[in-house]
């Protein structure tokens, strides 16, 4: 089974920056999408990126320009840049991965496999 391993967060003042990691494995398959999604204290989960197998990724706007996704596929690990941060970053960030070729969206229930998450806190 797949199995997800979140690291690299932190407390940041406002405008600093983070690189989130997330290890994978269990998977041996071709295809898959993975995205990292967060969730303040009283909020709902939300997606913050996705990248496809492929390597295609999809921002949201309010992290458009600040937040880069990326993959090592040889380290099997997906990271998170997170620069420019805000107050509004804070939150449990959670990495995510769903099998399959099948075009992927900023949605929780688009995937089944995560990760235990990080917290990232964001100080002004």
């Known amino acids: 089974q797949v199995q997800l391993v979140e690291s690299g967060g932190g407390s940041v003042q406002a405008g600093g920056s983070l690189r989130l990691s997330c290890v994978v494995s269990?998977?041996?398959?071709?295809?898959?999408?993975m995205a990292w999604f967060r969730q303040a204290p009283g909020k709902e989960r939300e997606g913050v990126a996705l990248?496809?197998?492929?390597?295609?990724?999809l921002y949201p706007d309010f992290v458009k320009g600040r937040f880069t996704i990326s993959q090592d596929t040889a380290k099997r690990t997906l990271y998170l840049q997170m620069n420019d941060l805000e107050p509004l970053d804070t939150a449990t960030y959670y990495c995510?991965?769903?099998?399959?070729?099948?075009?992927?969206?900023?949605?929780?229930?688009?995937?089944?496999?995560w990760g235990q998450g990080t917290q990232v806190t964001v100080s002004s």
């Open positions: 990248i496809s197998w492929a390597g295609n990724t």
């Open positions: 995510a991965f769903q099998s399959g070729s099948l075009p992927r969206t900023l949605r929780e229930t688009s995937f089944r496999s």
């Open positions: 269990g998977y041996t398959g071709d295809y898959y999408s």
